[in-house]
């Protein structure tokens, strides 16, 4: 469903509510990753700190933020990860992150 904005990137509001559930929603089998989603959507000339990057086959919109590294204990690696393990270990070591383990999910894929 493509969300529907004004001519000057105005929201309608009967969408709002339709487009945050679809942003939250996960399937239960996941609840293990115990992931947190953050999201906003607009008019990407209208929300600061937009950048973009390549991901794949697409230019993607992303807005950097700064997690403290206490905050993160532990990596879950879902179904479809193509990451290698030793990569990972890598790139969480680069970022002073070293401590945090690393584990895979016990959900299983299902291509729809």
């Not at 105005?10 to 945050?20: F, L, R, V």
């Not at 996941?30 to 990407?44: D, I, M, S, V």
């Not at 890598?90 to 895979?104: D, E, P, Q, T, Y």
């Amino acid at each position: 469903m493509a969300l529907d904005f004004g001519p000057n990137g105005e929201k309608h509001a009967k969408y709002e509510n339709a487009a945050k559930s679809l942003f939250m929603a996960k399937n239960g089998a996941f609840r293990e990753e115990k992931e947190w989603r953050l999201f906003t959507y607009g008019n990407l000339s209208s929300i600061s700190g937009v950048q973009l990057r390549g991901t794949g086959k697409a230019i993607s919109p992303y807005i950097p933020i700064t997690i403290p590294a206490e905050a993160v204990s532990q990596v879950t690696l879902g179904p479809t990860n193509q990451t290698p393990r030793h990569v990972l270990e890598f790139a969480l070591k680069h970022n002073g992150l070293s401590r945090v383990s690393i584990r895979a999910s016990n959900a299983s894929y299902q291509a729809r």
